[in-house]
């Protein structure tokens, strides 16, 4: 490329607004994840409370009533960006459907 040549990049209407779209549904799952992990971790400090409270013959009812396991925290984390994937691919389609135009 020449020095001092400008590039010019031309974008569709339609493509910016997928584009933005796809960065506001994304920035939304990531919350949800965040809330899915902190709602995880005060899970656990309060099963922690629990059981360190009760009396020995009681602790192993604890670890049964612990339905937040790592493998529900994945099932719920695969859901959320399943569910933000599909939104962002939804409304792609339903943006391809249209005539976009800015003012």
Do not use: C, W
Not at 7 to 36: G, H
Not at 58 to 76: F, I, N, P, W
Request: proline residues 1%.
């Amino acid at each position: 490329m020449e020095k001092g040549k400008k590039i010019t990049l031309e974008l569709e209407a339609a493509d910016i607004l997928k584009f933005a779209i796809k960065r506001q549904v994304t920035d939304l799952f990531k919350d949800f994840l965040f809330i899915l992990k902190s709602n995880k971790d005060k899970h656990g400090e309060a099963l922690d409370k629990l059981y360190s409270s009760l009396p020995e013959e009681y602790k192993k009812y604890v670890d049964l009533a612990d339905y937040y396991t790592d493998g529900e925290s994945d099932r719920l984390r695969s859901q959320v960006l399943q569910k933000g994937n599909d939104s962002i691919r939804n409304l792609n389609q339903q943006i391809d459907e249209l005539f976009v135009d800015f003012k």
